[in-house]
């Protein structure tokens, strides 16, 4: 699944399965998140769950760590 931007694909909205990719998790896992309000904030569209890429880097950039 190819979810890079490019003028392939401008959108900048992931489905949930293109999320996870993007994230480099499991798409149930990500369903499980949200259930549990854990992961990334995510938007409606009508009746589709969208993530928007921002909300993804900057879910991804609060759960940094620092080697020791």
Sequence with gaps: MNVN???????P??????AAVYLR?????LENMR?????PDFRK???WIC???DDLEKWSRARA???R
């Design 25 to 29: 998790m499991r798409k149930r896992t």
């Design 65 to 67: 760590r620092n080697a």
């Design 45 to 47: 569209h009508g009746k």
């Design 13 to 18: 909205f992931f489905n949930t399965a293109e």
């Design 35 to 39: 259930w549990r309000g854990e992961g």
């Design 5 to 11: 931007h490019t003028s392939e694909n401008s959108s």
């Design 51 to 53: 993530y928007h890429v």
